[in-house]
């Protein structure tokens, strides 16, 4: 979903950049079709108004960040693997993530099956995996896989290739699961964060999403209800996407609902048993949503932003690169 465009410009969920989710990537396992690699993102590494460094502290300890699974196709999820992050000794964080499925998943909470605790948050170069049972996991700092020239998208879309995050990182989990854990067929993928409520026991969602870079560029002035909402709720949002789209693209007021109504709900379908390719099933670290995107975006007036993958992958767990010195 790609939310680092919305975060500095926007503003990070209830202003902190350890809440703010960045992207999700889902891909068969490279040499062993019958895994997958889950990835979330989050907290970006820099803001750009005011320019500069996001905070140091990796994950919000209070929060919940939630990766969640339909496996039935009525957008409701019936797994969901949560981790949450607590401080631990000289200001190191430690991660605990748990498997909560049916019910339970589509609940709020912080709930389910343990899958791996007192997992190091790692902070430097190092990609160490955590076992836990049939999982494999990783929590820690790289570098962030996404590629935009943010700068074109500022000024009008005139694009020079300059990526903005080709020096950028972000906070990721990377989990390597069994497919038949899964489901049995394609899967329905997106992501939130909860936090305590203020007033009240429980929690309550600040962040969410799938898609990349949908939400910051459509969601408008009705961002923060549509950041609280649910997949199955979301043909409420088609015609405040439509009005965007009609103002970004030039569309015919039909036009546009149409195609809103083919951005929601904000869910990213994946097969494990089919090669991934974005949009059409999951996504690899190397698939160039933007050029995706951004026809859809201009109604065909600007075909992609002259910008690639970046250099630093890994072809092993946990794939996504090294961190970056500095930001």
Do not use: C
Request: aromatic share 8%.
């Amino acid at each position: 979903m790609s939310h680092h465009y919305s975060g500095p410009n926007v503003g990070f969920p209830r202003g902190d950049a350890r809440l703010d989710l960045t992207d999700l990537f889902a891909f068969p396992k490279p040499g062993d079709a019958s895994r997958s690699i889950l990835i979330m993102n989050a907290h970006p590494s820099a803001a750009m108004n005011p320019a500069g460094p996001t905070t140091a502290e990796p994950y919000a300890p209070g929060a919940v960040y939630e990766l969640r699974i339909d496996t039935n196709g009525d957008a409701v999820a019936d797994i969901g693997y949560r981790l949450r992050v607590s401080p631990s000794g000289a200001g190191a964080q430690t991660a605990t993530l748990r498997r909560a499925e049916g019910a339970e998943a589509a609940g709020m909470g912080a709930d389910g099956r343990l899958i791996a605790e007192g997992i190091s948050v790692a902070t430097g170069h190092e990609g160490r995996a955590t076992e836990g049972g049939d999982h494999r996991v990783f929590v820690g700092k790289r570098s962030d896989p996404f590629f935009f020239d943010v700068q074109g998208a500022l000024h009008d879309m005139q694009f020079t290739g300059d990526d903005y995050f080709a020096d950028k990182n972000v906070y990721s989990l990377v989990i390597d699961v069994p497919s038949s854990s899964l489901g049995s067929g394609p899967v329905g993928l997106w992501m939130r964060v909860l936090v305590p409520a203020d007033s009240a026991p429980g929690w309550v969602q600040v962040e969410r999403g799938a898609r990349p870079s949908q939400t910051p560029f459509l969601a408008g002035e009705a961002l923060e209800e549509y950041l609280a909402a649910e997949p199955k709720d979301d043909a409420r949002f088609v015609g405040v996407f439509a009005h965007a789209l009609e103002h970004t693209g030039g569309y015919a007021p039909e036009e546009a609902k149409r195609t809103a109504q083919k951005l929601l709900p904000d869910i990213m379908l994946y097969d494990p048993r089919r090669p991934a390719s974005y949009p059409v099933n999951g996504r690899l670290l190397t698939d160039d949503v933007i050029d995706a995107f951004l026809p859809i975006l201009t109604n065909g007036k600007v075909k992609g932003d002259k910008v690639g993958p970046h250099g630093d992958l890994l072809a092993e767990f946990p794939y996504v690169g090294p961190p970056h010195g500095g930001v």
